[in-house]
């Protein structure tokens, strides 16, 4: 291997300056580096708590209209089973946040 000279790529036979190894933790300030971690521990919570509240005001509205058509009287064999099913969706969505919540 030929040393370097004035004439190589970098201009000088000092090596490069300026960082040589990746940063460590210690040169994050503390509550980023705890961020970063539980994000690490846990990717998309945010998201997904988004995704479970959404969710569960769509099944709340399904739940609203379902029940006004139960409460009218107009077709209520194909609304009950509906309105259990909204519910059902509301109860899973209050279900997943909780338990997203926990952690």
């Known amino acids: 291997m030929a040393d370097q000279t004035p004439d190589s790529p970098t201009g000088s036979s000092r090596p490069p300056s300026g960082p ?6 210690q040169s ?8 970063l971690r539980a994000e690490a521990a846990a990717p998309y919570k945010g998201l997904r708590k988004f995704v479970y509240v959404v969710c ?8 609203f209209v ?12 194909a609304a009950l089973p509906n309105f259990a099913l909204q519910l059902g969706v509301v109860a899973l ?3 997943l946040f909780r338990l997203e919540k926990a952690d």
């Open 20 to 25: 040589s190894r990746p940063r460590g933790k």
């Open 28 to 35: 994050l300030p503390p509550e980023k580096y705890a961020r």
């Open 56 to 63: 569960g005001a769509s099944g709340g509205i399904g739940a």
């Open 66 to 77: 379902f029940l006004a058509q139960l409460l009218a009287g107009r077709e209520v064999g």
């Open 93 to 95: 969505m209050v279900w």
